[in-house]
């Protein structure tokens, strides 16, 4: 599967961003969001099963975004909402053909396609 993510940039806190992933290639099971910070471990943001749109989030973005899925544009989308200056990262989506029960959804070691990742920053 081939991944292009997009939609990153630079916003100010409160504010609102949201991220596209298009998936090309072979069938999709799943498709998550991770990000990563400078000096920090890469991290699960948020996930979203092909099949029934099942999703789950990272408690530090729950409630502030939101996942889904066009499956005609094979497309996931993320919307963040009420930014901080803590979401600034590259963020990644990557895919899997398998489709994970919910609560696999945020292991990473499912995952196997990765996208080149999109940056957002939130000034202060």
């Known amino acids: 599967v081939q991944l292009q993510a997009s939609g990153g940039g630079l916003v100010q806190a409160g504010g609102s961003l949201r991220l596209s992933c298009a998936a090309s290639?072979?069938?999709?099971?799943?498709i998550a969001w991770f990000r990563q910070a400078p000096g920090k471990e890469r991290e699960f943001v948020s996930a979203?099963?092909?099949?029934?749109?099942?999703?789950r989030y990272a408690d530090s973005v729950k409630g502030r975004a939101t996942i889904s899925r066009d499956r005609v544009k094979r497309t996931a989308y993320l919307q963040l909402n009420s930014l901080k200056p803590e979401d600034t990262a590259v963020y990644y989506c990557?895919?899997?053909?398998?489709?994970?029960?919910?609560?696999?959804?945020?292991?990473?070691?499912?995952?196997?396609?990765w996208g080149q990742g999109t940056l957002v920053t939130v000034s202060s």
């Open positions: 979203i099963r092909w099949s029934d749109s099942a999703s």
């Open positions: 990557t895919s899997t053909t398998s489709s994970p029960i919910t609560g696999s959804l945020a292991r990473e070691e499912w995952y196997d396609s």
């Open positions: 290639g072979r069938t999709l099971g799943a």
